[in-house]
């Protein structure tokens, strides 16, 4: 599982913006479940937009995007609104044709938009409920993989269990 960390960045403090990522990549890492932050690799003052050009947005932009093309799951920090928070959760709800459309969850949301609460599936109040989930969803996908390796399908379409031997 690959987790997208989407929040504000422009709308907040830099050590708001930051806080709440780090806490999130830290419970993550003990999990052994990769994120992708968009802000990462990013020199201050293009994510505080002191210098923000009409290119350096655009890069920002599609870079953004690629990483949610290459996440499974979107985090959404809802505390504070932000128009790029709601593109990467429609980017992500929308999907391609290649993966198809991501789990989106957020936390701390309080509004009613009907685009947000269309676009997220699930809505938790704390950072750390909404790792916690995802982190129970992961390891329900890997037992999961487990179960399934292995198994093919009858003729009459019943799982069919039993070792096969291989030469």
Request: aromatic fraction near 8%.
């Amino acid at each position: 599982m690959r987790v997208y960390l989407a929040g504000a960045i422009e709308a907040v403090r830099l050590p708001e913006a930051l806080s709440w990522r780090e806490k999130a990549i830290e419970l993550f890492d003990a999990e052994g479940i990769d994120t992708n932050c968009p802000i990462r690799d990013r020199i201050p003052d293009e994510v505080l937009g002191e210098t923000l050009t009409l290119e350096k947005a655009k890069r920002i932009f599609w870079h953004d995007l690629r990483l949610v093309d290459c996440s499974d799951v979107i985090l959404a920090n809802l505390t504070a609104a932000s128009n790029g928070t709601a593109m990467e959760l429609y980017h992500g709800f929308v999907g391609d044709d290649r993966k198809g459309s991501t789990y989106n969850i957020a936390f701390g949301y309080k509004g009613k938009s009907a685009f947000i609460m269309t676009v997220v599936d699930k809505f938790c109040d704390t950072l750390e409920e909404a790792v916690e989930c995802l982190i129970q969803r992961n390891k329900l996908s890997a037992t999961t993989a487990v179960v399934t390796i292995g198994q093919s399908t009858t003729a009459s379409g019943a799982a069919d269990t039993s070792a096969k031997a291989t030469s």
